[in-house]
């Protein structure tokens, strides 16, 4: 199996290092082939814009899913981006290690889906959810939090995790076709003690244990949705003229 680990923290002693290291002993201590993306070490540029096409599509306009559809085509993507989308097809596996910054990634990480995620390959017309161009695959985030663990939860302040994420969950990774499974989470990492901290890694080197067997998140399938995008067996809409409103 092939396991692409996308890191994005920028201190290398963190916690979510040490998160991220434990995930790389695991899979690796078990034969598996393990890349890693860290993107704060490798400088990732997060910003998505012109100048990562070097032969448009269209130079007057910039249409960024376009380019990057015109871009793969032709074999003219940016080196840095190339590289990316080259492991990204190679995995069998997608693990992100991240911490959570206002409820959702770092700027790098949300930088790395906008310029690596490519419309055509990954997604595009009804390529998408268990049609995507990465169905097959499977992805987890793996998440250290500052907010202690009762405040993600249903009827929490915040309310749930998978509700609070989403937008990436869904949104991203089950939009291009992974199969997500549950977020690993370590919480109120910046206050808890260094026994607590152990705790972590032990429950998370549980988690990997279990990661072949962990039930994935519920996602669309466009089986049940008509060419309309609604819901089968759902009334069509109907509309009036102006003067029957």
């Known amino acids: 199996m092939k396991v692409l680990v996308v890191f994005a923290h920028p201190e290398p002693r963190s916690f979510c290092a040490a998160m991220k290291d434990r995930a790389v002993a695991f899979f690796s201590a078990r034969g598996h082939d393990v890349l890693i993306s860290d993107l704060y070490a490798m400088g990732f540029d997060a910003v998505a814009k012109a ?9 007057d306009y910039l249409v960024y899913a376009l380019e990057q559809r015109h871009a793969f085509e032709t074999g003219t ?24 910054w206002w409820f959702s990634v770092p700027a790098i990480l949300k930088g790395w889906f906008d310029r690596v995620f490519l419309s055509g390959p990954f997604y595009g017309g009804r390529r998408f959810y268990d049609r995507g161009g990465l169905a097959g695959k499977r992805a987890a ?46 919480w109120h990492v910046p206050y808890v003690d260094e026994a607590t901290r152990a705790d972590y890694l032990c ?35 109907t509309s009036g003229s102006d003067a029957t409103r």
Request: net charge negative; glycine share 8%; proline share 9%.
């Open 51 to 59: 100048e990562d096409f070097a032969y448009r599509r269209d130079p």
């Open 141 to 186: 985030c793996l998440i250290t939090a500052g907010s202690r663990a009762h405040m993600l939860r249903e009827g929490g302040i915040h309310g749930p995790l998978e509700l609070v994420l989403r937008h990436l969950l869904q949104g991203t990774l089950g939009y291009v076709g992974f199969t997500v499974l549950p977020p690993f989470v370590a």
């Open 77 to 100: 993507l940016a080196p840095d981006i190339r590289a990316e989308v080259d492991k990204l097809l190679a995995a069998d596996v997608l693990l992100l290690v991240f911490p959570l």
């Open 203 to 237: 429950a998370l080197e549980r988690y990997l244990e279990e990661f072949d067997r962990l039930a994935p998140l519920p996602l669309p399938s466009l089986a049940d949705f008509d060419e309309l995008m609604r819901p089968r067996g759902a009334r069509a809409e």
